[in-house]
């Protein structure tokens, strides 16, 4: 079936420092969503990309979609204590029928 | 805010006591979902229902039983769960299922099975 995976699974930064999380998927996807946890908090809708290379910003987070829609990237430059949590992504089959979220990768940000 | 409801926050329960996990939603959306979060696990989705209807069940076990008496709101039975069982449910919304629609979730309930 159908697996996600993110590395790295855990990420301690100074703050200020920049920060990626990496995306890959066994089989191509439709799209890919990203979300964030924030400790003892719930998952929230970041983004969702859907084009091959496709790339979008926001603020100082970068979202990238992989030219074989099968890996994505997270990158946020000059990390700040509020961006600790848990990012995750998630993705759709080609065919919209599974959607599979991957095991996050927890950012620490030392102050 | 969440627009999607969960209560209760928390629960503790026994292995033999039934109990139900209640979810609302205010988006106006067709699909709800309940996730189970444990640590060091991926989200793992348990139920999904699209129009009230129910269009996966991801080999959960028995003791779990999801409600949809309309769109907006969604139930999990609980009975004779299981010390293992102890996670966050998690339950999620989206305008539609299927490739598109993000998903919104609720602040979710934290499970202990004493």
């Known amino acids: 079936g159908q697996q996600v995976m993110q590395i790295p699974q855990y990420q301690h930064v100074q703050e200020g420092e920049d920060f990626t999380t990496y995306c890959n998927s066994s089989?191509?996807?439709?799209?890919i969503q990203w979300y964030k946890q924030r400790p003892g908090g719930h998952p929230v809708f970041l983004i969702q990309?859907?084009?091959?290379?496709e790339v979008k910003k926001q603020k100082r987070l970068t979202f990238q979609f992989g030219e074989a829609k099968k890996n994505s990237s997270l990158h946020i430059t000059a990390t700040q204590t509020t961006d600790v949590g848990t990012y995750f992504c998630a993705g759709w089959d080609n065919y919209g029928q599974n959607f599979v979220f991957g095991p996050g990768t927890r950012l620490s940000v030392l102050p | 805010e969440t627009g999607v409801t969960q209560t209760p926050r928390h629960l503790v329960m026994g292995m033999t006591n039934k109990k139900s996990l209640k979810c609302e939603q205010h988006?106006?959306?067709?699909?709800m979902y309940w996730y189970k979060q444990s640590a060091k696990k991926p989200l793992e989705l348990m139920f999904v229902?699209?129009?009230?209807?129910?269009?996966e069940n991801n080999s959960v076990p028995s003791r779990f039983s999801p409600e949809c008496p309309n769109s907006s709101h969604l139930f999990l039975h609980l009975h004779t769960l299981q010390p293992e069982d102890s996670a966050l449910y998690l339950c999620?919304?989206?305008?539609?299922?299927?490739?598109?629609?993000?998903?919104?979730f609720g602040n979710g309930t934290r499970l202990t099975v004493t």
């Open positions: 229902y699209n129009f009230k209807e129910q269009t």
């Open positions: 990309l859907v084009k091959s290379g």
């Open positions: 999620a919304s989206s305008q539609d299922q299927g490739a598109g629609s993000p998903l919104h």
């Open positions: 089989t191509t996807l439709s799209n």
């Open positions: 988006l106006g959306h067709n699909a």
